[in-house]
């Protein structure tokens, strides 16, 4: 994970030019690059050597702000194969699932690897990340994805698996599993499997009739505390002076998460607390 996060930029950096519309662009800095808009042209020789946060001009005199772009910026606008995990719910999962650094982690579903890019970032260099996809052409797409935004290949922290999670996973003892496919559920014997006493399932489908069954494969299974499901809504605020309000505009569903830890082996779920009928005083 040598890929440089700060200092100025350099040959082969990624590099976000944003405009006064707020329009981003990503480019990789080469040494007799130029960045073409119908603003004007910038020569990459203008950034290189320059701080983060710089302002260059375009031979239109248009100015634009250059950063390196963050992680929700690099995975709203990389190469889809499939939809991505939006980086609202991706933070959810690398906090809510407590994935820390040095952890064991294993992904089925790695569609684009907009998820992938952010557990392999929170796991760390003493950490790994196994991930299993289905469908070649996406696992083209998410290696590459990876690749560009980790600046080569990650073969020491990331494996990639071609083929179904509960036919090909040969992991035990793992911290977390992270599902994000159709039919979580059919998954969840094999995600006991291999999780560790204490580790976490963190399922993201997109529909209630999929969480459901996810929530009631969970519960069934009997080697898994009380499942949780929720969401999150993420809303803008515009502030300009004295004019403080919601945006118009927010990001609304997305998916739903829902997560519950491995218990130890022969050990029995406590019994769920319901309330009786007709009382809303509890048992």
């Not at 560009?148 to 090909?168: A, E, H, I, Q």
Request: glycine share 10%; aromatic share 8%; proline share 6%.
């Amino acid at each position: 994970m040598g890929f440089r996060r700060h200092g100025p930029f350099q040959v082969g950096d990624q590099v976000q030019l944003t405009d006064p519309k707020n329009k981003r662009h990503t480019i990789t800095l080469k040494e007799d690059g130029v960045f073409h808009t119908h603003k004007g042209a910038i020569p990459h020789s203008e950034l290189i050597g320059q701080p983060e946060g710089s302002v260059v001009r375009s031979s239109g005199n248009t100015p634009y702000l250059a950063f390196r772009h963050l992680l929700q910026d690099y995975t709203l606008a990389m190469p889809r194969g499939a939809a991505v995990i939006y980086p609202k719910d991706a933070s959810m999962i690398v906090g809510m699932a407590d994935i820390f650094p040095g952890a064991r982690v294993i992904e089925a579903g790695v569609g684009s690897g907009a998820l992938t890019c952010f557990l392999l970032r929170a796991v760390g260099p003493e950490g790994h990340v196994t991930s299993y996809e289905r469908r070649q052409e996406f696992a083209d797409v998410a290696s590459k994805n990876v690749e560009k935004f980790y600046g080569g290949p990650m073969d020491d922290n990331w494996r990639l698996v071609v083929g179904d999670l509960v036919t090909s996973i040969d992991e035990v003892d793992v911290d977390r599993v992270i599902l994000d496919m159709l039919a979580p559920w059919e998954c969840v014997d094999a995600a006991a499997k291999a999780l560790t006493p204490g580790g976490v399932i963190c399922c993201y489908v997109a529909t209630t009739t999929q969480m459901s069954k996810t929530v009631e494969a969970i519960r069934d299974h009997g080697c898994f505390t009380e499942p949780h499901a929720w969401e999150t809504l993420v809303r803008d605020w515009h502030v300009e002076g004295l004019a403080v309000r919601p945006d118009h505009r927010m990001i609304g569903h997305t998916g739903f998460l829902v997560s519950a830890r491995r218990m130890a082996d022969g050990v029995t779920p406590p019994p769920r607390r319901r309330r009786p009928k007709g009382t809303t005083e509890e048992l």
